[in-house]
């Protein structure tokens, strides 16, 4: 069965130039903030403000999607994330900035809800698993080199310079979304019964045990990965900026290595074991984090996390397609993507108090104990490696 359609080459292809657009203004958006005058907190609700718009939109780019067709919610999208980036690079002041924060939230969160729910529409259960590896491969990708090529720009440039490639970037999908991906067709439903589905979602376990087990994920990544382990490094080990940054970079470049032969085994052997694995060896691999004090040794632990990150990371968005109900696909995928950016949101805040108390240890191990429970509430989901047997026409 083929796995390298087109289809999800260009949506993996397109979720790789979103995601490096969203990349290159990291490294320079809080320093673009204070150009304004403004305070720090300030400057950090930029961040926050991005990912709160696209909690809200991620189930109503879903409900769109399926109303109205993906295609056009991703068009949509790419257009609001090159509207958004002209006005950031032309912001007269910090208010105006804000507000095109909130709409590239917005444009995100349309452009993936909708790209996910086509991977999950077009690809049969059999091979769910490995076509979302290659999906999460154009992610991790363009996370991963849109910091550099942002921080380069604005050396090159100045602040505003990353937000004129985001623009650039934006039609580029533009361009790829109107020349390669299918049309399909609308579902045709009322909003009133895409609602309904919605809450059909919602009234099942399985489902609601995934968007725990998504949400503890982002928990791990936003807080235990890029907060507490940075400032544990920084502070508490006396580690310098380049250090840190290997440290950081090891679990990436592993995650991008495994994470296809990882979609293989979700294939294979199963989503529910692969996800239970790589849960409690995640579990493991956070706890431990607080008990080094090396650099050689954080590196290693670092990426053997990656490992596990990368075991854990295809299952759910992969369950999520299996426990949609039929012509509910962008209900399902928005509902999962709005749990994990809820962790997103909550992760730094629940390990910044261990944090603040220089309580690293008891962070890092709090983060690992809600691995362990989520991996217990993963054992409960249904397999769906064959077909999701409770799927019915909503």
Partial sequence: MKILTRQTLVLSTGA??????????VPILPLYA????????????????????RLVFDVAGGVLADRYGARRVMLVGAWVLILSSIGAALAPSYGILLVTRVLEGVGSAAFATSANQLIVIAT??????????????????????????????AELGDFRTPFWIYAALGLAVVVLVVRFVERGEPQ??????VFATARTVLRRPAFLALMFVAMVIFIMRAGASLTLLPLYAGEELGFGETDIGIVIAAAAAVNVLVVNPGGWLVDRIGRRPVLVMGLVLTAV????????????SLVVLSAASGVAGALASIPPPTLAGDLAPDGAAGVAVGLYRSAGDVGLIVGPLIVGVAADADAFQA??????????????????????????????TE
């Fill in 363 to 392: 962070g890092f191990v709090l983060v690992g104990g809600l691995l362990v429970i989520a991996a217990i509430v993963a054992s409960f989901i249904p397999e769906t490696r064959h077909g999701n047997p409770a799927r019915t």
């Fill in 285 to 296: 691999a956070t706890a431990a984090i607080g008990f080094l004090d090396t650099f050689a």
């Fill in 124 to 153: 049969p259960s059999a091979v769910l698993g490995r076509t979302m590896a290659v999906y999460q491969t154009g992610i991790l990708a363009g996370i991963s080199i849109g910091p550099i090529v942002g921080g380069k720009a």
């Fill in 34 to 53: 204070r150009q304004f005058g403004v305070s720090r907190t300030a400057a950090g609700a930029l961040v926050s403000s991005f990912a709160v718009a």
């Fill in 188 to 193: 045709g439903r009322t909003l009133r019964q």
């Fill in 16 to 25: 790789f130039i979103v995601m490096l657009g969203l990349s290159l203004v």
